[in-house]
């Protein structure tokens, strides 16, 4: 990837791709299982610290680092591309705040590959409105009670703890909210069901209930009523670059599959090969250039985070709207290109088409991303 990153650490990923992700991608699939074969070797790598600091025994990296990762784990397995995405951008959150007791061990335990965490935003009364959550912290002593039906929390059997967002106590509104974090088998909080979908069927998504969990006060994440603010301006830019390159890299493996399929079979009865059809020629040069386009505008989107502007905001919602296009193209090209093959399943082509369509519905949804940028276009605000 052109993604620059610290030496070493895209060559390892690969090797941890090739070695320990991909072998096990198919049975994640099929039994709609969580990766933790791999999860355990992200972590043995260090590579659930990416972005820690580098005194709490992280690996110190930014978004361009991030986005080189996740896009090769998701040539391997959008399961385990999407828990990472998850995970790091709920650690982000974690990260940046200045409310959080505990925050560093709990970065020093993520650095030693000994936390997973996720988000849980999304609720059953919002739905895919991720920015407005229906669930109210309420004062109690010191501290605070909520209830809430969590839905769609990645990881949400696994993870050690949920970066978690409620309307602050007496808000006007579902935007004053305040992030919060709960832990995994805490009084209250549990996690139901199994995620049984069509595309990363690996990735635990399941309904978290919050049932008079208590929040002490050094649990919140965000300060309170300024939940939007850490949800637009940090989780929201992580979470659109991470998913833009899960696509992308899912658009790439489409294209070495059709590219190996296209090379490698042919006709016996003319010994030609399905690469001399100039149809079949055609659909795979536009599944790249399609892929590359999707790349190459992620790329310029990380060097706007590296170097913010005003436009800033508006490339990371196009990346991720052009990045999941592209995809769900890319790869529905390639089915029709590798014909009976993909169908059958033969090529491991139709489990990377499904897990493609799955970002198309993941809030902010594709249709969320084009009304948030034609308001940003025509000088209005998202909300």
Excluded at 152 to 167: K, L, R
Excluded at 171 to 187: K, V
Excluded at 288 to 300: D, F, G, K, M, Y
Excluded at 355 to 377: I, K, S, Y
Aim: aromatic share 6%.
């Amino acid at each position: 990837m052109s993604h620059s990153t610290a030496p070493g650490v895209l060559d390892a990923v690969r090797t941890l791709a090739a070695d320990v992700v991909a072998p096990h991608a198919a049975a994640v699939d099929a039994d709609a299982r969580f990766p933790k074969e791999a999860v355990a070797a992200l972590g043995g790598a260090g590579l659930l610290g990416l972005q820690v600091d580098s005194a709490l025994g992280g690996l110190g990296l930014g978004p361009r680092a991030f986005a080189a990762v996740v896009e090769e784990l998701a040539t391997a397995c959008g399961s385990t591309a999407m828990v990472y995405v998850m995970h790091v951008t709920a650690l982000q959150a974690i990260a940046s705040s200045t409310t959080l007791g505990g925050r560093d061990d709990i970065l020093k335990s993520a650095a030693a590959g000994r936390h997973l965490t996720t988000l849980a935003f999304s609720e059953r009364g919002s739905r895919s409105h991720f920015w407005a959550p229906v669930s109210r912290l309420a004062a109690e002593g010191d501290g605070f009670v909520t209830n809430a039906t969590k839905s769609w929390i990645t990881s949400a059997n696994h993870a050690d703890s949920y970066v978690a967002s409620a309307q602050a106590p007496g808000a006007a509104s579902p935007m004053e909210s305040t992030i919060y974090l709960a832990r995994r088998g805490s009084p209250g909080v549990k996690a139901s069901g199994r995620f049984d979908g069509l595309g990363l069927r690996g990735n635990d998504s399941a309904p978290v209930e919050f049932k008079e969990v208590k929040v002490p006060a050094n649990d919140l994440v965000s300060a309170q009523g300024e939940g939007a603010n850490m949800m637009l301006g940090v989780v929201l830019p992580w979470f659109c670059i991470g998913t833009a390159a899960m696509a992308n890299g899912l658009a790439r493996a489409a294209v070495a599959i059709t590219a190996g399929h296209l090379a490698g079979t042919g006709f016996e009865h003319t010994g030609t090969a399905l690469r001399d059809l100039p149809t079949l020629r055609a659909r795979i040069a536009e599944m790249s250039v399609r892929t590359e386009q999707a790349r190459a505008l992620l790329t310029t989107t990380l060097g706007e985070l590296e170097n913010p502007t005003e436009s800033t905001p508006l490339y990371v919602l196009q990346t991720r709207l052009a990045s999941l296009e592209a995809a769900r193209a890319v790869t529905d090209l390639a089915m029709k290109a590798c014909g009976g093959a993909a169908f059958s399943r033969q090529l491991g082509l139709e489990r990377v088409f499904r897990d493609a369509q799955a970002g198309w519905v993941m809030a902010p949804t594709a249709d969320h991303l084009l009304e948030f940028t034609g308001r940003a276009l025509t000088g209005l605000p998202l909300f």
